[in-house]
């Protein structure tokens, strides 16, 4: 794959992480995406999400937080190689995902699972773990 056709792989995964997580940033910004998850989770057939107390919004936070800067850093300086450790990020994410899904009860994590795990074989498709570029 060119090299110019893999900077725009990593620039639009990075705008997709941008948008997703950038609610995710903030306690306040957090409660409302928080409220919106937990009424789309019960229209899909869950129930609503239980409390947060302040160490999970905490947690919440700071993972909104790094992926938040991890994105802005992709977006101003798409290096190929950045692509390879994002696709191993996003599987990672992907297998907490099945991990949760396997609790049952949130539907809404598909919503998230399959983007991620896209994304990962897409920029592992691009550039390879294996290849002198991922590196």
Not at 29 to 51: C, D, I
Not at 80 to 92: E, H, I, K, S, V
Request: proline content about 9%.
């Amino acid at each position: 794959m060119q090299p110019s056709t893999i900077q725009k792989l990593v620039r639009a995964s990075a705008a997709y992480d941008l948008l997703v997580t950038a609610p995710f940033a903030t306690p306040w910004t957090f409660a409302v995406a928080r409220a919106h998850l937990s009424t789309l989770n019960a229209a899909l057939g869950g129930a609503p999400l239980p409390p947060f107390g302040t160490l999970h919004i905490l947690f919440a936070c700071l993972l909104g937080s790094v992926v938040l800067v991890w994105s802005l850093l992709r977006l101003r300086d798409p290096q190929p190689r950045f692509a390879t450790y994002d696709g191993a990020a996003r599987f990672l994410f992907s297998t907490w995902f099945v991990w949760a899904l396997a609790g049952g009860g949130l539907p809404l994590l598909w919503l998230f699972l399959l983007p991620e795990f896209v994304w990962g074989v897409a920029q592992w498709y691009a550039v390879p773990p294996w290849s002198k570029k991922g590196g």
